[in-house]
């Protein structure tokens, strides 16, 4: 497999395009691609477990609440996940365990801020295992 995940271009966000050998890894890998463009993830320690369980309508829907999810753990906790594992993902329910650690800023550069996904032009490709999100930073 090629990259897990690439920056697209976009004027006003910042969109994201992930992929995987299954569709978890699809969604493992955008949510780590959106971490790592807020933080070099080499500088984040794998020192907090946050459980994650998620039950929506729809796989969009579930990628939107999954990376906002993340997200809410860094606003409400500042915590930066670094590992991501994807334990169920069927039915449109994922439950996940995420390790990371607290934002600090003596070892943690904030490159870009994220202020959500948004379900500008959101794509869910089951068939290639391929994700796009558009970030609003």
Known sequence: MRSKYRVLEHTADVGLLARGDTLAEAFTNA????????VDLRTVRPSSVIYVDIVEETHESLLFEWLNRLLYYFDTQNILFRKLEIR????YHITAVCYGEVYNSQRHA?????????FHRIMVDAKTNQVRVFLDV
């Open 110 to 118: 904030i490159k870009t801020g994220i202020k959500s996904a948004t």
């Open 88 to 91: 169920t993902f069927e039915n």
């Open 31 to 38: 949510g780590l691609g959106m971490f790592a463009i807020m």
